[in-house]
């Protein structure tokens, strides 16, 4: 529910930029309309597919480029699907599985800041290292605080974890230390009790014997 949410939150604000921004013509500005809902729609599947979700957002910014989408055309909402499928990816992923998915990423990022745009042209250098630098910049930052986070609550749980085991083992050794304590009492109850029977048995017998010999003795007995 919070990822649909997020993600027509998203849509919403990629359809406004793209409806309100000036200097885009007709053509330009349908490509954009229809890219924003592709590029935003996969945050509502990030929690089950993060690594799918910010390949296919990335794939839609690269393909719309040739048809007029402006998609990343410059810092503004448009910037929204990137970083939180960036970090979904980042958090939502073994090491392996999101290192791929940020690796593909980058290079459908970086392949939109070298393709020509509608019209056939090109940027220079400077334009295409800076293009480069915005699209590694909007990954980047973002997977490496997934990785932080993912990390962190596998340090945490890790943490419960052991700290349930060590309160087991406690409880465990606590039981055994009660059952041993018990056992010694019975056996010391026992001895006792054993000594006990077998010093009136004793003196049963000396007071029978005493009866015939000496029965002025044998009540001392008794």
């Known amino acids: 529910t919070v990822d649909l949410t997020l993600a027509l939150a998203a849509i919403t604000a990629l359809e406004l930029t793209c409806w309100l921004s000036p200097g885009l013509s007709n053509r330009e ?10 590029c935003g729609a996969p945050i509502a599947v990030r929690g089950v597919w993060p690594g799918s979700a910010l390949v296919f957002s990335m794939a839609v910014v690269t393909v719309s480029m040739p048809f007029g989408g402006q998609l990343l055309s410059n810092n503004n909402a448009y910037v ?5 499928l960036g970090y979904s990816a980042g958090a939502g ?18 392949a939109w800041a070298l393709l ?13 290292a800076l293009a480069l630098f915005f ?12 990785r932080y986070v993912r ?18 083992e406690k409880d465990s050794h606590d039981a055994a230390a009660i059952a041993a304590e ?38 001392d007995a008794i």
């Open 29 to 38: 500005r349908t490509a954009t309309a229809i890219a924003a809902i592709l």
């Open 80 to 84: 929204i699907p990137p970083l939180l």
């Open 93 to 110: 992923l073994e090491g392996r599985r999101s290192t791929v998915a940020l690796i593909l990423g980058l290079a459908l990022g970086w």
């Open 116 to 128: 020509p745009g509608p019209d056939g042209s090109t940027t220079g250098v400077g334009q295409s």
């Open 135 to 146: 699209a590694t910049l909007l990954l980047v930052p973002t997977w490496l605080i997934g």
């Open 151 to 168: 990390l962190h609550r596998h340090r945490t749980s890790a943490f419960d974890a052991l700290a349930a085991r060590a309160a087991a």
């Open 182 to 219: 018990r056992a010694r009492i019975g056996s010391e109850l026992q001895d006792i009790i054993a000594h006990s029977i077998s010093a009136m048995v004793i003196q049963a017998g000396s007071a029978r014997l005493l009866l015939r010999t000496d029965p002025e003795r044998a009540p």
